[in-house]
Nanobody, 124 residues
Framework: DVQLVESGGGLVQAGGSLRLSCVAS????????MSWHRQVPGKEDQLVSS???????????SVRGRFNISKDDAEDTAKSTVFLQMNSLKPEDTAVYYC??????????????WGKGTLVTISS
């Protein structure tokens, strides 16, 4: 079974940094899009960033220039580790951050698997 496990969330002051990690395992296919989403209670889920199988990245306008997504694909094609480096954090970045995976070369927005999330809280 595919499993996605996030870590790295926490409480930091505005202007600080956090690095989120997601270990994804159990894939049958080597091509996958990995992404980070965030959700604030009462608001819609937001796609924060994604990285496709060929390394193409996407960032939401609200985080572009502050966040950086990267991945480390193990030789074992069943596993990926994806990171989200978050710098210059703002109180409005406070949310639960979810890692997600989509099977395929490109990121189309249709996530197949989700992690349970990690809470990021930014104090002003």
């Amino acid at each position: 079974d595919v499993q996605l496990v996030e870590s790295g969330g926490g409480l930091v002051q505005a202007g600080g940094s956090l690095r989120l990690s997601c270990v994804a395992s159990g894939f049958t296919y080597s091509s996958r899009c990995m992404s980070w989403h965030r959700q604030v209670p009462g608001k819609e889920d937001q796609l924060v960033s994604s990285i496709s199988s060929d390394g193409t990245t996407y960032y939401a306008d609200s985080v572009r220039g502050r966040f950086n997504i990267s991945k480390d694909d193990a030789e074992d094609t069943a596993k990926s580790t994806v990171f989200l480096q978050m710098n210059s954090l703002k109180p409005e970045d406070t949310a639960v951050y979810y890692c997600a995976a989509e099977i395929g070369i490109w990121c189309s927005g249709g996530m197949d698997y989700w992690g349970k999330g990690t809470l990021v809280t930014i104090s002003s």
